[in-house]
T-cell receptor, first 114, second 114 residues
Framework: DGGITQSPKYLFRKEGQNVTLSCEQN?????MYWYRQDPGQGLRLIYY???????QKGDIAEGYSVSREKKESFPLTVTSAQKNPTAFYLC?????????????FGQGTRLTVV | AQSVTQPDIHITVSEGASLELRCNYS??????LFWYVQSPGQGLQLLLK??????LVQGIKGFEAEFKRSQSSFNLRKPSVHWSDAAEYFC????????????FGKGTRLSVIA
């Protein structure tokens, strides 16, 4: 089945540690996105990538890093510089043509700092 | 910059009653418009989308939405709510320029009572 897979579903991090969230898609989509979700805040864009080996900062990129070495993969690293990393993280992808511009989402990763 | 406003943070309706969730966007041109639904701890599922043409669009699960250019609105409606519709609903917009990210409202949480 085609779709977006995020792993792990739950992740615990000690303060000062970097952690990497995985996002893989087999939809052959060009674009991939990372959003952060906090209660009452909606979804805020962290980073996005329109093509392989290229990515742009979103609204809240500080303390995060990404890579896009393969079309199907867009991992997100939450660094120790991110002061409040506890949140629900959602990865999405889109085909990008004018009639199919909606995003498809993974099931999310809940990150908790302990 | 484009923005999306969902004025209602939380709405409670009785099962079988009608539902309308409000969404207003701020942008000079007509954007692409979407409604997504999210169950607790899950990713987002697309309910419906508007690109152009007929201003009343039908979606999955019996939902529909009407685009009103004069009011910059894209309200979501359902004639008869089921208990399984309890979830969080997000309105989103994008101005197509090639794989640009969705901009989300802060969401409306729907509770359904018997």
């Amino acid at each position: 089945d085609g779709g977006i897979t995020q792993s792990p579903k739950y992740l615990f991090r000690k303060e000062g540690q970097n952690v990497t969230l995985s996002c893989e898609q087999n939809l052959n989509h060009d674009a991939m996105y990372w959003y952060r979700q906090d209660p009452g805040q909606g979804l805020r864009l962290i980073y996005y990538s329109q093509i392989v080996n290229d990515f742009q900062k979103g609204d809240i990129a500080e303390g995060y890093s990404v890579s896009r070495e393969k079309k199907e993969s867009f991992p997100l690293t939450v660094t120790s510089a991110q002061k409040n990393p506890t949140a629900f993280y959602l990865c999405a992808s889109s085909m990008g043509d004018p009639l199919n511009t909606e995003a498809f989402f993974g099931q999310g990763t809940r990150l908790t700092v302990v | 910059a484009q923005s999306v406003t969902q004025p209602d943070i939380h709405i409670t309706v009785s099962e079988g009653a009608s539902l309308e969730l409000r969404c207003n966007y701020s942008y000079g041109a007509t954007p692409y418009l979407f409604w997504y639904v999210q169950s607790p701890g899950q990713g987002l599922q697309l309910l419906l989308k508007y690109f152009s043409g007929d201003t009343l669009v039908q979606g999955i699960k019996g939902f529909e939405a009407e685009f009103k250019r004069s009011q910059s609105s894209f309200n979501l409606r359902k004639p008869s709510v089921h208990w399984s519709d309890a979830a969080e609903y997000f309105c989103a917009v994008v101005v197509y320029s090639g794989n640009t990210p969705l901009v989300f409202g802060k969401g409306t949480r729907l509770s359904v009572i018997a």
